[in-house]
């Protein structure tokens, strides 16, 4: 059984940082794809980052890009999600989702990521 685990979730100050962790368990995932997705108080879900193979192709949403960076790290299990600069909007319990496939073929697609975590709440105050 495959299973996330996010962690490193918190409130912060707009400005502020944070590195979000998740620690798969029951399935090696060195060449699977990982996503981080948040969804905002009120709005849908939206796939803010995510490495689309092992190779470290890496999709930011416009949100995302200059500020998040995805990473992994194969031999603990986990992948990463430092945000730098966060804004308010930021705000929004932030999941980690792999497909069960291994691949994806588009990274912004909620219906391409099978397996997700509990999540992990950030909230950033102006």
């Known amino acids: 059984q495959v299973q996330l685990v996010e962690s490193g979730g918190g409130s912060v100050q707009a400005g502020d940082s944070l590195r979000l962790s998740c620690v798969v368990h029951?399935?090696?995932?060195?060449?699977?794809?990982m996503g981080w997705i948040r969804q905002a108080p009120g709005k849908e879900r939206e796939v803010v980052a995510a490495?689309?193979?092992?190779?470290?192709?890496?999709y930011y949403s416009t949100s995302a890009k200059g500020r998040f960076t995805i990473s992994r790290d194969n031999a603990k299990n986990t992948v990463y999600l430092q945000m730098s600069s966060l804004k308010p909007e930021d705000t929004g319990v932030y999941y980690c989702?792999?497909?069960?496939?291994?691949?994806?073929?588009?990274?912004?697609?909620?219906?391409?990521?099978?397996?997700w975590g509990q999540g992990t709440q950030v909230t950033v105050s102006a």
């Open positions: 029951g399935r090696t995932f060195a060449s699977n794809a």
């Open positions: 989702a792999a497909p069960f496939r291994g691949f994806i073929y588009n990274a912004s697609e909620l219906h391409e990521y099978d397996y």
């Open positions: 490495l689309t193979f092992s190779s470290g192709t890496t």
